[in-house]
């Protein structure tokens, strides 16, 4: 029957179907917002929900722009316009995300791109105008369908929670030097994921590498701070007493240096950067991302409801899990946890597809942790890392 609608009824109807499913998607965790006009190539505006910030403050919330396209079938062929996915400069805009519906009923599938990835992937039509990506079978790819609902919706959200602090930095870009704010949520989504790291945790090592390389910007400002006040100056005795600020930066050998006992090569970030990225790539190309991150979340979810109803409350007290899972799949068949006395303690296992293993309660925990809470995380991440591990050896180890 649909097969003799006329052209403009399919086109409305597609749309309706394509706006309707996304906003079902973006429901359960952001507030949507819609335009009544489609500027910017926005078909809907979401926003994080806080009650903590209102468009009329100094700094308003940050707004996730969303544009749906709904493919009839997998030949269809949609168009972006370059401009709203890039800004002038040619750098993909934060926030900006293409959400396409494929199929109908049980067989309908969704893909997400940011605008990095439909720089990246996409490409442009020349005779399309405007100046447009085309969206058509280069975008269906299989690694940008939608197999968890909640690590698209986790990965929109993190683009929002980064762009705070580009927007608050704005007012500081105007000095000399920029002032540049950054945190752990900035940081692009893949680094995000949680992959036990033997090196280290990738957001927080790659805040410490920019601090360091901020006191270094800091040091450039106290020295053209210093120059632009004698430049500036007209009494020249005052202007003498000014360069008193400028020598405290000169060395010994009559120079002014930056960085000198700083480590430009990030010590061991390369390797956390390496062994992230070989782990990840590897589940991904076996299909495996989504079950490795829901045997990880399902491993969590049972160490903090055990530890809620049996608190650990002594030092030496243990808490231990069993995992024993599909190594071919990752499927969880099994998962216990237990805590009590070092006596009761089963033995540690390590074979594909069974783990278990336990970690005390200890007085030494890092700096704002809770004891039990890094207990469990110390579970947590010896178990994980064993999987994954076991998955993808290093092919470096001997």
């Not at 979401?46 to 709904?70: L, S």
């Not at 997400?112 to 447009?132: C, F, G, K, M, N």
């Amino acid at each position: 029957m649909e097969d003799s609608w006329p052209t403009w009824l399919k086109v409305m109807e597609n749309g309706s179907v394509g706006e309707a499913r996304t906003r079902s998607f973006l429901i359960d965790r952001f507030w949507v917002l819609e335009r009544s006009v489609d500027t910017d190539g926005a078909d809907f505006l979401i926003q994080r929900r806080t009650t903590t910030q209102r468009f009329t403050d100094k700094v308003p919330p940050r707004i996730g722009v969303i544009q749906a396209k709904y493919f009839q079938d997998r030949r269809t062929t949609h168009y972006i316009p370059k401009s709203y996915v890039v800004d002038a400069g040619g750098t993909p805009l934060e926030g900006f995300f293409a959400l396409l519906h494929v199929g109908k009923e049980d067989e309908g599938e969704m893909y997400l791109l940011s605008a990095r990835q439909i720089v990246d992937t996409l490409l442009i039509s020349s005779s399309h105008s405007p100046e447009s990506y085309v969206v058509g079978t280069a975008a269906l790819q299989e690694g940008f369908r939608v197999k968890s609902r909640k690590l698209a919706l986790d990965q929109i959200e993190h683009s929002l929670r980064s762009q705070t602090y580009h927007q608050s930095a704005a007012f500081f870009d105007q000095l000399n030097i920029p002032y540049r704010r950054f945190s752990e949520d900035d940081i692009d989504f893949p680094w995000t994921l949680p992959l036990p790291n033997p090196v280290g945790e990738i957001p927080k090592m790659f805040v410490e590498q920019k601090e360091e390389l901020r006191k270094i910007v800091f040091d450039m400002e106290e020295v053209l701070g210093a120059i632009d006040a004698v430049l500036t100056e007209k009494d020249p005795r005052r202007a003498l007493e000014l360069m008193k600020d400028l020598r405290y930066h000169v060395d010994g050998y009559g120079r002014i240096t930056f960085g000198a006992r700083a480590d430009f090569h990030w010590g061991d970030f390369p390797n956390a950067l390496d062994t992230h990225d070989r782990w990840r790539q590897g589940l991904q190309a076996d299909g495996l991302l989504e079950p490795y991150l829901s045997m990880g979340e399902q491993l969590q979810n049972a160490l903090v409801s055990h530890t809620t109803a049996h608190p650990l409350t002594e030092k030496d007290d243990f808490l231990q899990a069993s995992l024993e899972y599909d190594p071919a799949t990752l499927t969880v068949r099994n998962l216990s946890v237990k805590s009590g006395k070092l006596a009761d303690r089963d033995p540690e296992i390590k074979t594909p597809g069974r783990v278990r293993m336990a970690r005390k309660l200890d007085d030494w925990v890092p700096r704002k942790m809770k004891p039990m809470d890094y207990t469990i995380e110390n579970v947590w991440w010896n178990i994980m890392r064993y999987v994954i591990e076991q998955r993808y050896p290093d092919p470096d180890f001997d």
